[in-house]
């Protein structure tokens, strides 16, 4: 299985709604992250969790709130956002986070609206 | 500082052409380098990767890509463009602890 999943596919939030975006991998990859993409720009990483811990935060606002509850899954909690955070949130997971193994499997998105 | 270029925002091929889409870095050791391709409104999928070795690579859906030290380049090439290509794609490096995204370039295919 080299599949990461994410849900939702699409979210529409307002600005003070509190959400969460789920993302899961069953590839037993020890590093897993999410980033931001706005359209017609490359992805920016916001986190990364190395074996369940946060490794790197890439002075993301606290609005945005990471969260690995084990090794398969991970999490974004979203609060109190601002229209300019709407994008594609994708997360990706990699065998580890060492540059050998920065081949890193992709989600779908999660196309995130907020209002 | 360290850079990833991809100098093409946008090319268009006709279909059946040959693509080549440039990338070049900016690094002082050997990175590791990628290739992503998009699909609107979807994730990434690696295409092919370099790590060490075989300076030329194969990667998935006949696409191949050449290491070339001399020139800091890893440019992706297909020798035939279907319609399906059609997406955007994105060189990327890792080194030490970061992970780079060039800033893509845009492949549309005409018939």
């Known amino acids: 299985d080299t599949e990461v999943t994410q849900t939702p596919k699409h979210l529409v939030m307002g600005m003070t709604n509190k959400k969460s975006l789920k993302c899961e991998q069953h590839m037993g990859h020890r590093a897993m992250y999410w980033y931001k993409q706005k359209a017609k720009k490359p992805p920016e990483l916001m986190f990364v969790?190395?074996?369940?811990?946060?490794?790197i935060n890439e002075s993301v606002p606290s609005r945005f709130s990471p969260e690995c509850p084990n090794s398969s899954l991970l999490n974004l909690h979203l609060h109190a956002l601002q229209p300019e955070d709407s994008a594609l949130y994708l997360c990706a997971s990699s065998q580890d986070h060492r540059p050998k193994d920065y081949e890193q499997y992709f989600g779908p998105g999660t196309r995130l609206t907020v209002t | 500082a360290q850079s990833v270029t991809q100098p093409d925002i946008h090319i268009t091929v006709s279909e059946g052409a040959s693509l080549e889409l440039r990338c070049n870095y900016s690094y002082g050791a050997t990175p590791y380098l990628f290739w992503y391709v998009q699909s609107p409104g979807q994730g990434l999928q690696l295409l092919l990767k370099y790590f060490s070795g075989d300076t030329l690579v194969q990667g998935i859906k006949g696409f191949e890509a050449e290491f070339k030290r001399s020139q800091s380049s890893f440019n992706l090439r297909k020798p035939s463009v279907h319609w399906s290509d059609a997406a955007e794609y994105f060189c990327a490096v890792g080194t030490g602890n970061q992970f780079y995204f060039g800033t893509g370039t845009s492949l549309t295919v005409i018939p």
């Open positions: 969790y190395s074996y369940e811990k946060l490794s």
